[in-house]
């Protein structure tokens, strides 16, 4: 009879079943926050310990590695320090050059923020040769008088045309164009200019960025050259300074 005056007697069940639903939901939300919290405020020196006894009971052999703290500084990532202005420096050694009866033709332009003068080997030295002429040696120590004014980095890259070597002396272009940076780099530091030059051979690698309209003559000529970089920031040490 009851069941007949109540037919909604599992209403009441039904109607408050969704609390367990939420009860549930905030028993997960609190585990989550209670797990953010605590990976947030671990301490370093006890998991240190639980990993070690864990280590210890699960891999017994294995081979115990203490960590030292180092004292790399942080060179690699400091922000360079502008040089001087490179339309400047354009103008400058353009002026410069042109007095100058051996480097006169030699080509000033700019590649990105650096100037680079770009000096057939010719004109400084013999056909697949490191030795500088007399004539040579004169143009880059008065060179050298003016980079010696300029607070810029400076690097020296040397170039080669595809061409084998049939010196002995050398045994690739790759020899014969780092032969010839050092060469130069050599020169100029005997004429006074003291500052770190970073010396590169790049033998007949850029041969392809030279465009086939230049003529074969004067894309063989243009080659085989020496390109002095003034990079835009201001001089300091590297891993490939020499002098």
Known sequence: MSDRKNPFRHSDNHSASWMLTFADLLSLLLTFFVLLFSMS????????S???????????????????????????LKEKVPGLNQAYLTALLSRTLSQDPILKDAIVHRVRDDVVIS???SFLFGDKDAVPTPD????????????????????????????AVRDRMFRSNWELSLARTRTVAGIMADAGYREPITALGYADTRFFELGAELGSARRNQLAERIDILIINEKRERGPYDIF
């Open 50 to 76: 639980v990993v070690r006894t864990m280590s210890d009971q699960f891999n017994p052999k294995r081979v115990a590695v203490d960590p030292q703290p180092h004292s790399t500084p942080q060179s690699l």
């Open 136 to 163: 040579g040696v004169q143009a880059l120590k008065q060179l050298a008088g003016t980079l010696v004014q300029v607070r810029n980095r400076l690097l020296i890259a040397g170039h080669t045309d595809d061409r």
């Open 41 to 48: 405020t671990i301490q370093f020196d006890q998991w240190k």
């Open 119 to 121: 000096v057939p080997a």
